[in-house]
């Protein structure tokens, strides 16, 4: 399928003890004409799991410039605006102010329409930076703070994603994803089940709050060794 590789070990830990996993429906539906008929369709995407690590892929996966245009114009057409960002950054604030977790330089990795980065300036006094999947280079140096909020489920590479996260985190870590088998699987080419994550922050951070519900897992760490 062009843009798209066949993979035969995992993108955590290089094994090469994987099994199919199941097959998703993608979302939303697909608008098609076949002989000028409008019809409705939908994209499968099939996952593996890593026996010897646990995580969960996509197999055949996108590659990473297919990921590029991906996250270009068709993300946010294909997943339009809504509440849910503001939401989850008014959580967020009072999640960290519950932590009086204190700082005052903030990069948000992958942080969509900047909001959370918005709010964190607004409540917390930080000099805030949001970037995306084009200008990671404007990440210049340490910050008190490093959120990646909804995004290490969109990468192809967790551990490079991790290394990146710790490459510019001075003492706070905050990450979030969404539950395996949630919708946008499409979007998503990573699934962590709770004990996998953990295991994958730990290797880089001393984990402080692990917080598991049916709509996210969310994780504040700090840099190890420091505190």
Known sequence: MNGWELIDTCPACNSRAIRK????????????????VPLS????????????????????????ETLARFYGDAYRQIY???????????????ALKDAKVEFDTHLDIGGGRGIFTE???????????CVNFFNRHEAVGKYGLVSSIHCLEHVLDPVAELSFIAEHAARYVLIEVPPIDCPGALAHPLEFQPWVLRRLIQSHFEILVFLETRRYTTVLAQVKDKY
């Open 119 to 129: 709010q964190t300036s607004h409540e917390f006094g930080a000099k805030s930076l």
């Open 80 to 94: 339009p605006e809504g509440n849910e960002e503001r939401e989850r950054a008014n959580r967020l604030c009072h």
């Open 41 to 64: 369709g939908t994209a499968m995407v099939t996952y593996c799991i890593c026996l010897d690590c646990g995580l969960i892929f996509h197999n055949p996966r996108m590659t990473q």
């Open 21 to 36: 996993e199941k097959e998703v429906s993608t979302v939303p539906q697909f608008e098609l004409e076949l002989f000028g």
